[in-house]
């Protein structure tokens, strides 16, 4: 889908633009050229950014925790006599 007509960029580009650091409207402006013309673009274009309606899940969510290895003791050949 294009968001901006103008300058035929897409949501793609511009949600890779912001994967790679573009933080607000006009650094998308500066790498995309995005809402350089008529300008209907901007707000879309805004709704993408971090907090916006259409920011991905991804830049939303939190970083998850490692995950926690427990290792379990080895039980010796009476043990597993015992347990059998
Ligand atoms: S639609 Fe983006 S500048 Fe016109």
Known sequence: MYICVCNAISERQVQEAIAQGAADL????????????????ADTATDY???GRYATELAAAPAMAPARVVQAPL???TEIRRVA
């Open 49 to 51: 950014l971090p907090g």
């Open 75 to 77: 039980l010796t050949s």
């Open 26 to 41: 006009s650094d998308l402006q500066a790498q995309l050229g995005i809402a350089t013309c008529c300008g209907q673009c």
